[in-house]
């Protein structure tokens, strides 16, 4: 117990040292960020996964004292990113806002986007919407941050402020800043998503595995955001946990790809194996056709790659330069224009994604459609591609282990 008022002033009632005071503050800010990546992202917004009702409820508990987010508008809002990815509508994208303004005015971003009370209505259904939220966890938001802040005070006294000040900036820095923000413009990609999202570390430790963002646009509805062999999401080591404790159902992960051996004609396997992991035949088409055509390119030319093409236009090639300026997707094109074979690859690219995006509802249609691609690949005389098609030809989905 503290001895004066400074001593209470200084330290609260339970006078702490730097070192115990770092360690609640870690606990605390992971326990912040679980909330978050556990509860209101894989749970509420994507539905991958339930908590038994004591867990989801002190997941609320803790959002609204340490955040006095509202579950009901941070859902809505990431399922509008989701929805209009890299477009003026998404909130938050750097493509089109930069990325200057997302790292670093997220919040203001965020409030923004709270106000667009349609989208709100649209996108923030199935969300909490029993007594305690209605009664105070929305209409009384921001006095949770306060009652934490006099908590603080009263147990750690001014350190406990400034614990209170880092704990408030801990989510708009690290989910609006550099989840938003970076997580859409550094990083390694495994898939080739129609966004710009990428992982920025195959270790996804520090904001709950959420920096493996590229594998969440990947499979948005997973509850696991690790995909590699290599790669580590601790928010899916939380959830086993709390799945062997009888307090998470895991209800959705990413299907596994199988590739069957021997498959003469796509069939519907095929088609809807390759309906969910598209990107990933995406991925495979750069890696395993683009890649080392430009390399032969390259040594046809008696030059090397980086000088032959530059990276940026490269990766353009796997999209039609999408996300380039224009004056570098033109630049593309016309490098394209130059090159038969490349020029054939990228219009086969292009075909394949047509068939893949297409809205049609005819199954059959669209199984016509990949057999006559696969053909077409096939009769091209170009060996990667017709490599390609027929590991494609195999596609089929496992049983996936959760």
Known sequence: MPASLLDFLTGGLVQPGWIALAVYLLVATQLTIFSVTLYLHRSIAHRGVDFHPLLAHFFRFWNWITTSMIPREWAAIHRKHHAKCETEEDPHSPVVKGIGNVFWHGVELYREARADRASIEQYGKGCPDDWIERKLYTPHATMGPTLLLFLSFVLFGFKGVAIWAIQMA????????????????????????????????????????????????????????????????????????????????????????????NINVPDMDTMKALLAHRFQAMTDFKRGV???????????????????????????????????????????????????RIRALVEARARLAQVLTARSHDAAERLHQLQAWCREAEASGIHALQAYAARLKGYSLQATRA
């Open 170 to 261: 801990w989510i708009p820095f690290w989910a609006a800043g550099v989840v938003n923000g970076l997580g859409h413009w550094w990083g390694y990609r495994n898939f080739e998503t129609d966004d710009t999202a990428t992982n920025l570390s195959p270790w996804g430790v520090w904001i709950g595995g959420e920096e493996l963002h590229n594998n969440h646009h990947a499979f948005p509805s997973s509850a696991k955001f690790a995909l590699r062999k290599w790669e580590f999401d601790i928010g899916w080591a939380a959830i086993r946990a709390a799945q062997a404790l009888g307090l998470a159902k895991v209800l959705r992960v990413a299907p596994a790809l199988d590739v069957r051996p």
């Open 290 to 340: 683009l890649a080392p055509a430009l390399q032969e390119e390259a040594a046809a030319r008696g030059t090397r790659l980086r000088r032959l093409l530059p990276r940026k236009l490269r990766h353009g090639l796997a999209d039609d330069g999408r996300w380039l300026k224009p004056e570098a997707r033109a630049q593309m094109h016309a490098w394209v224009e130059e090159s038969p």
